[in-house]
């Protein structure tokens, strides 16, 4: 599992999780290749997730906190 700040309380992290990669969906015709190809975008971020310190802290890549995965779809 992903480090939730919501189940801090009822989960116990055992050991790291190995680098993943994330995938983005996006728009017929979108190319994003890098982070910075974020920048100016609205992710649909799953609520309370934490994929990347450099997405979370960038102030020109937008967060839409999402409830799930078919919310964020439903929204493309």
């Not at 309380?9 to 728009?27: K, R, S």
């Amino acid at each position: 599992m992903f480090k939730y700040k919501e189940l801090s309380e009822d989960v116990i992290y055992i050991a790291p999780l190995p680098t993943l990669q994330n995938v983005v969906i996006g728009l017929s015709g979108t190319n994003i290749n890098s982070i910075d190809g974020l920048k100016g975008k609205v992710l649909g971020y799953l609520r309370g997730a934490k994929f990347s310190d450099v997405i979370d802290n960038d102030p020109d890549i937008y967060k839409y906190e999402i409830r799930d995965y078919f919310q964020g779809l439903g929204m493309l």
